[in-house]
C-alpha cells in the first residue's frame, strides 16, 4: 500500500509504501532478497510491514510490476 507522508526527518520525500506480510521470516526473507536491512521492520500485529521510501521505492515497485502505484504517485 503506498500512500502520502510528509515526515520532517526525510526531507524531499512525499511518499511511502507499506510492504507487509503476517509471516514475519518471509518479510525478513524479502528484505534480504532486495538489499533492505530487516531490523527495520515495524513488528505490529496482525501485520508486520517494512516502509519502503527513497530511491529503492520506485525500483522496488516496477520490479513487482506494481504500475498502478507507480502512476498515481508520480514515480514514473
Known amino acids: 500500500m503506498t500512500h502520502y507522508w510528509l515526515d520532517p ?6 511518499t511511502v509504501t507499506k510492504v507487509g506480510c503476517s509471516d514475519l521470516p ?3 526473507r524479502w528484505c534480504q532478497q ?3 536491512p530487516p ?3 515495524h513488528n505490529r ?3 508486520p510491514h517494512f516502509d519502503l521510501l527513497g530511491p529503492k521505492q520506485p525500483e522496488i515497485l516496477r520490479q513487482e510490476g506494481m504500475w498502478e502505484q507507480l502512476e498515481r504517485f508520480h514515480m514514473l
Open 9 to 14: 526527518r526525510f526531507p524531499g520525500i512525499t
Open 26 to 28: 518471509r518479510l525478513r
Open 34 to 36: 532486495n538489499g533492505l
Open 39 to 41: 531490523q527495520y521492520i
Open 45 to 47: 500485529k496482525p501485520f
